[in-house]
Nanobody, 126 residues
Framework: QVNLVESGGGLVQAGGSLRVSCVASGRVFSSYTMSWFRRAPGREREFVAGISWRGGLTEYADSVKGRFTISRDNARNTVYLQLNSLKPEDTAVYYC???????????????????WGQGTQVTVSS
């Protein structure tokens, strides 16, 4: 288990950009596959993006491909999600999640993640 703390959310106009961060503590960060999920009002939590513990593999939900970028800095125990060309439908609470040595096959399966952050709100106005 690792402790995860997100930050960087806020209010932005449609078409704008934002970067959210997630800092991990407690275990060897480089051993963890990291992902971002989001929950919009009235909807279930959904996968957004994931990055392998090796750092070389990423995966994105179709709805954010080409607009969002996930990256990690193991020296800072931090995973980032750069959100560009934001749309009102991107409004949600964004959560980071961690799973040790998780294969990229399971990036989008939220049930395999053992550690979650408290979430950070991203609101996109039209």
């Amino acid at each position: 288990q690792v402790n995860l703390v997100e930050s960087g959310g806020g209010l932005v106009q449609a078409g704008g950009s934002l970067r959210v961060s997630c800092v991990a503590s407690g275990r060897v960060f480089s051993s963890y596959t990291m992902s971002w999920f989001r929950r919009a009002p009235g909807r279930e939590r959904e996968f957004v993006a994931g990055i392998s513990w090796r750092g070389g593999l990423t995966e994105y939900a179709d709805s954010v491909k080409g607009r969002f970028t996930i990256s990690r800095d193991n020296a800072r125990n931090t995973v980032y999600l750069q959100l560009n060309s934001l749309k009102p439908e991107d409004t949600a609470v964004y959560y980071c999640a961690a799973a040790a040595f998780l294969s990229e096959t399971y990036f989008s399966n939220e049930r395999v993640y053992g550690s979650w952050g408290q979430g950070t709100q991203v609101t996109v106005s039209s």
